[in-house]
């Protein structure tokens, strides 16, 4: 059976920042995402770098990842070089549009699809080998679009199928974009409802304050784990000569049996 990692809550913070890194190893994020790109301003590049490096080797409770600036800036290939060095759990890629770029670094890569071109893109980028997850990047997204940000996300829906399809179609994971308004935890569970349904494992978060909503609801519910019990106790109760069985008067075939394997060991 594939072994199914939780990907609920992945939170970025600024690697500058040395009171973020301390607090992030005490908070139940999923994955933690060291930035050294857009959250951080060119004067602090070099500091993001060093720190990020150190708090690598210092070491995380939880999985470390570390977003590196674009290999054609001027600080992406000696982000590249020390992280190549430390290895992170994960290496996550701004602004990826296409395959030919991506590192061989022997690490994980997030590849974050966050222009037209990477949505247009997304296949080829999920069917690479050594990538492990597409992350939506909605904000960079939304600009490039020239759309404008809506709370329902109505004008997003082709971009995050899109992704969730090609993410899935390569058996790779999927992650939603952040959520701005990181005080408004209605409107934050609204779109982790959504994202959820969608297809995404998790969602990436700026703020500590949004974990416990990613958590909630993108781990299964109750209602989901009862379900996933009552289909394998159908499915092995099956008479052996039939490809299915029926629970509550709804069909049930091997593909809810899986399914329901992947529910309960994320449960766990
Ligand atoms: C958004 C923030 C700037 C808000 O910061 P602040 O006002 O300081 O928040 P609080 O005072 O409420 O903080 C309370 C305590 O929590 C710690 N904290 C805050 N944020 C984080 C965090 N992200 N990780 C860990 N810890 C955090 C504070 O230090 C306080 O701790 P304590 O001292 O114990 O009280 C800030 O939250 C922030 O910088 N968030 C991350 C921003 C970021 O990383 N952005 C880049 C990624 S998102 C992106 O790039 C979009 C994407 O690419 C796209 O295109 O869509
Ligand atoms: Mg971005």
């Known amino acids: 059976m594939p072994i199914y990692k939780r990907r609920r809550s992945a939170l970025f913070l600024p690697a500058s920042n040395a009171r973020a890194i301390e607090k992030a190893r005490t908070l139940p994020a999923d994955v933690v995402i060291l930035d050294l790109e857009d959250a951080v301003s060119p004067e602090q590049k070099a500091l993001a770098r060093d720190q990020a ?10 999985e470390v990842a570390v977003r590196i600036n674009p290999i054609h800036t001027i600080w992406g290939e000696a982000d590249l070089a020390l992280m190549e060095d430390v290895k992170p759990d994960l290496l996550v890629l ?66 995050l199928s899109q992704v969730v399809t090609h993410a899935r179609a390569y058996g790779k994971y999927a992650l939603d974009g952040v959520h701005l308004d990181f005080r408004n935890l209605q409107t934050l569970e609204e779109v982790c409802i959504q994202g959820k349904n969608l297809g995404f494992d998790g969602k990436t978060l700026i703020h500590p304050a949004q974990l416990e909503v990613a958590n909630r609801i993108f781990s299964p519910s109750p209602e989901e784990i009862e379900w996933a019990r009552r289909v394998i106790a159908a499915w092995q109760a099956k008479d052996p000569d039939q490809g299915v069985t029926v629970l509550d008067g709804m069909l049930i075939e091997e593909l809810h049996a899986i399914e329901a394997e992947r529910i309960l060991e994320l449960a766990t």
């Open 53 to 62: 490096a150190t708090a690598i080797r210092d070491g995380f409770p939880m």
């Open 94 to 159: 701004p602004k990826v549009e296409s395959i030919q770029n991506l590192p061989s670094v022997g690490i994980p890569l997030w590849a974050m699809i966050e222009t037209p071109l990477g949505v247009v893109h997304s296949r080829e980028i999920a069917e690479h080998g050594d990538v492990e997850a597409l992350v939506m990047g909605t904000t960079d997204l939304v600009k490039a679009l020239q759309a404008r940000p809506l709370p329902g996300r109505e004008n997003l829906m082709y971009a």
